[in-house]
């Protein structure tokens, strides 16, 4: 049977995930690139770009402005299954935007940690 949120596990993901928030609002590019698996099969759709394998991901980081990254996020959800996957998304609007992002990352534990597999952010329209 799935153990689902096992309370450990929720929050070593927790953790990271946190991690991962704070590194994106500082541009700390270098834990952004510890966080996500060092894989070819890595993925990472963004709001206007598709990345495909962590030196993809890497080299957008490296270009990428540093400026406007501040945010509010406005929901969280993590999910753990059993002691090695897990699903973390959140709901934000970024500084001086009403426009609501989403972000879904895939988490999976590996020998050097848990780390993003898989990513997606998008951005809703605004109300008409």
Same mark, same amino acid.
């Given at each position: 049977m799935m153990e689902v949120n096992l309370p450990e596990v929720l929050a070593e993901v927790s953790g990271q995930f946190a991690r991962y928030e704070q590194a994106l609002t500082t541009n700390d590019v !270098?834990? @952004?690139?510890? @966080?996500?698996?060092?894989?070819?099969? *890595?993925?990472?759709? +963004?709001?206007?770009? %598709? @990345?495909y394998g962590h030196p993809a991901i890497r080299q957008f980081r490296a270009v990428r402005p540093a400026q406007g990254l501040q945010r509010e996020v406005l929901r969280t959800v993590v999910t *753990?299954?059993? $002691?090695?996957? !897990? *699903? !973390? %998304?959140?709901?934000?609007? $970024?500084? +001086?935007s009403t426009r609501i992002g989403r972000q879904s990352q895939t988490w999976v534990r590996t020998a050097a940690g848990w780390r993003v597999v898989a990513a997606h952010v998008s951005l809703l329209q605004p109300p008409a």
């Open positions: !270098a834990v @952004l690139d510890e @966080l996500f698996w060092d894989s070819p099969l *890595t993925l990472r759709y +963004g709001v206007g770009e %598709n @990345l *753990t299954f059993g $002691r090695d996957f !897990a *699903t !973390a %998304n959140i709901e934000f609007r $970024r500084e +001086g």
